[in-house]
T-cell receptor, first 118, second 111 residues
Framework: KAGVTQTPRYLIKTRGQQVTLSCSPI?????VSWYQQTPGQGLQFLFE???????NKGNFPGRFSGRQFSNSRSEMNVSTLELGDSALYLC?????FGPGLAGVQEQYFGPGTRLTVT | DQQVKQNSPSLSVQEGRISILNCDYT??????FLWYKKYPAEGPTFLIS?????DKNEDGRFTVFLNKSAKHLSLHIVPSQPGDSAVYFC??????????FGKGTRLHILP
């Protein structure tokens, strides 16, 4: 079974630009979550989508947005990029969203997209 | 407000010895806790979990202990192996809410 794929793997943008990252979940998984990883802050939750609906949202500004398509693929968009947005963006898919043990256990991460803002 | 804290950024342990990674949390509503392991250039992979109704869960060389009164959990790796060198993330969740991760602890296994 193919794992979670993220494209592109690496990206360099300049301040003020916008960027779109893509995530293809494991086949059959309907939940997709996005995380930002930085050296100082660890893994921070951005948002979670299930069946094209945003279920949970982290504490990030409105410049960060996402969506999920009917095939469960998800995109994340960051507008008006700032230097502090440089990070590894991770996507994770799950067979089903919480609650319960199984839903949380079955979260599989992709390799991430390394975004550098200059 | 950091709800899940891993206060040790790094830890070095001799191969064959026990590695103990610690995690503290502030939200008493958390009912499920997980540990993830991350190698460079890869996404985190699930390692082991524990429900708040238990105080211990074992899986091979990995054991997670939960002390609810102290709001503390720990991951024990016995014996430590070179392949265990990675960043370990502690995470917690409450029902169907989002999963909150700690900042991670980098574990170095020394030969």
């Amino acid at each position: 079974k193919a794992g979670v794929t993220q494209t592109p793997r690496y990206l360099i943008k300049t301040r003020g630009q916008q960027v779109t990252l893509s995530c293809s979940p494991i086949s059959g998984h309907r939940s997709v979550s996005w995380y930002q990883q930085t050296p100082g802050q660890g893994l921070q939750f951005l948002f979670e989508y299930f069946s094209e609906t945003q279920r949970n949202k982290g504490n990030f500004p409105g410049r960060f947005s996402g969506r999920q398509f009917s095939n469960s693929r998800s995109e994340m968009n960051v507008s008006t990029l700032e230097l502090g947005d440089s990070a590894l963006y991770l996507c994770a898919s799950s067979l089903r969203f919480g609650p319960g043990l199984a839903g949380v256990q079955e979260q599989y991460f992709g390799p991430g997209t390394r975004l550098t803002v200059t | 407000d950091q709800q899940v804290k891993q206060n040790s950024p790094s830890l070095s342990v001799q191969e064959g010895r026990i590695s103990i990674l610690n995690c503290d949390y502030t939200n008493s509503m958390f009912d499920y806790f997980l540990w993830y392991k991350k190698y460079p250039a890869e996404g985190p992979t699930f390692l082991i979990s524990i429900s708040s109704i238990k105080d211990k869960n074992e899986d091979g060389r990995f054991t997670v202990f939960l002390n609810k009164s102290a709001k503390h959990l720990s991951l024990h790796i016995v014996p430590s192996q070179p392949g265990d060198s990675a960043v370990y993330f502690c995470a917690a969740s409450y029902r169907d809410d989002k999963i909150i991760f700690g900042k991670g602890t980098r574990l170095h296994i020394l030969p």
